[in-house]
């Protein structure tokens, strides 16, 4: 499959990355001779430098013969004079990302009326995952599938749920929840768990289940799960717009702090009923003096991940609150796993998610697609959501009698809207919605699960 970038940037060279290790032909277009040799000695993709919406650059690049093209770069407006010139020059596919709240509401007219396969908007995709968070507050990191019917939902283990050395096995016999336990991380080791696996205080566990299901589980062993009533938010950019925007939908109190006094009153204009103060969100006596100490939670969005870092921080000493902070660049990730502050977002790896999903959708080979993608686990696992269309080596035959890759589990099974632990006499149908979570990368389709 080819495929071509144009837009080198952090969302650009993250996709470089993912896309190299599905089996790609990749081109990468920007106007930045710098920045195609540094991607090009890190990547193996062939560079060009010039204008994406240059109908010589793009031939250049192979857009006649190319599969998909995804336009990244910084203007909205590039991006889908990008896409609209590659169609009609080729035959690809074309992806667009579009981040200025002027379109939110004009997505779909934009999508149909261009032609575009999808369009992405990473600062709406990252208030959505952060809502999703305030509202069941106790997990650090949530993902839906099936529609949000389903939820794959991370949490630490504390010393006061009393689950410190009980193996799995006895956790759900003694519960009697129905979720499923898919993964295990600890400081040394990652694990998809069978029945015999333990669980430690300070692990990561990671369930499945339905929403119900999961806050039933949470409650009996001593998490919260209400929504938050509050939130403090520091930095007032394009994400903390859409998080303030859903969340007063959902009935909780928002309050932005931001020093630029210009953007300060467009977001009072744009968001009535949240509460815009202008001042400097690493003033403590400012926060302190907002309601740091007595706020549910406390979400720090600046540009700067340094900035965001240090606040949760800081604020971990400071409140009880939820603690959710934006990072940008990757490479400090392990680090910053080891700091324990709360959830972290990463907003390269929603877009990334999207994209690969819809690139695996268009390899599948028999009756089944990649409705739902998830990089999980520290990157070290995927999760993943197939709709079942045709017959396939896996229909209707138990699960027990698979021959299952290792490391392979086949979390949930969903059919004709009702969602279902499986269990190893289960077997898969046409029709049904699979959730696999693996920690072998690249599944196309639902064959794939099979050594």
């Known amino acids: 499959m080819h495929i071509i970038i144009v837009g080198c940037g952090k969302v650009g060279r993250t996709l470089a990355d993912q896309l190299q290790e599905e089996d790609t032909d990749l081109t990468l277009i920007d106007t930045d001779p710098d920045v195609i040799?540094?991607?090009?000695?890190?990547?193996?993709?062939m560079g060009i430098v010039g204008n994406g919406a240059s109908i010589n650059t793009l031939m250049e690049a192979g857009v006649k013969t190319a599969d998909i093209m995804i336009a990244v770069t910084a203007s909205d407006e590039l991006n889908l004079l990008c896409c609209l010139i590659a169609q009609k020059t080729g035959h690809c596919q074309t992806i667009a990302r579009v981040r200025n709240p002027i379109y939110s509401k004009e997505i779909s007219f934009i999508k149909e009326r261009l032609g575009l396969s999808m369009i992405i908007n990473p600062e709406l995709a990252t208030a959505r995952e952060i809502?999703?968070?305030?509202?069941?507050p106790a997990a650090i990191k949530i993902d839906p599938f099936s529609r949000g019917r389903v939820e794959l939902l991370k949490f630490k283990v504390l010393p006061e749920f009393g689950l410190d050395g009980m193996s799995i096995s006895q956790i759900t016999d003694k519960y009697r929840c129905d979720v499923l336990f898919c993964a295990i991380e600890s400081k040394t080791t990652l694990s998809i768990p069978g029945g015999d696996q333990l669980v430690h205080n300070g692990d990561f566990v990671s369930i499945i289940a339905t929403p119900k299901n999961t806050a039933h589980f949470f409650k009996k062993i001593g998490l919260k799960t209400h929504q938050v009533?509050?939130?403090l938010i520091i930095g007032g950019g394009t994400i903390s717009y859409y998080l303030a925007k859903t969340l007063s939908d959902?009935?909780?109190?928002?309050?932005?702090i931001d020093k630029n006094k210009d953007r300060c009153e467009e977001l009072s204009e744009m968001l009535p009923d949240a509460t815009i103060i202008c001042g400097d969100g690493t003033d403590r006596s400012l926060l302190l003096e907002?309601?740091?100490?007595?706020?549910?939670?406390?979400?720090?969005?600046t540009n700067m991940d340094e900035e965001n870092i240090f606040l949760s921080l800081s604020a971990k000493n400071l409140t009880q609150a939820k603690l959710i902070a934006k990072v940008n660049r990757l490479p400090y990730k392990?680090?910053?796993?080891?700091?324990?502050i709360g959830s972290v977002i990463y907003p390269k790896y929603i877009t990334s998610d999207s994209i690969l999903r819809y690139v695996r959708a268009m390899q599948n080979t028999i009756g089944s697609n990649v409705e739902t993608l998830y990089h999980v686990l520290d990157n070290q696992a995927e999760a993943l959501e197939?709709?079942?269309?045709?017959?396939?080596?896996?229909?209707?035959?138990?699960l027990a009698d698979l021959n299952l890759k290792p490391n392979l589990l086949v979390c949930c099974l969903t059919r004709e809207g009702t969602v279902r632990i499986p269990r190893g006499q289960d077997s898969i149908q046409i029709g049904d919605n699979v959730i696999i979570v693996t920690t072998h990368k690249g599944l196309r389709d639902i064959r794939d699960i099979l050594a």
């Open 229 to 231: 009533k509050n939130t």
């Open 386 to 398: 197939f709709i079942i269309r045709d017959e396939s080596p896996v229909v209707g035959i138990p």
């Open 37 to 45: 040799n540094d991607l090009t000695e890190d990547i193996d993709a």
């Open 334 to 340: 392990d680090v910053i796993d080891d700091l324990d």
């Open 250 to 256: 959902l009935k909780i109190d928002v309050k932005i």
């Open 131 to 136: 809502s999703r968070l305030l509202r069941f």
């Open 290 to 301: 907002e309601g740091l100490s007595t706020v549910e939670s406390f979400v720090t969005l």
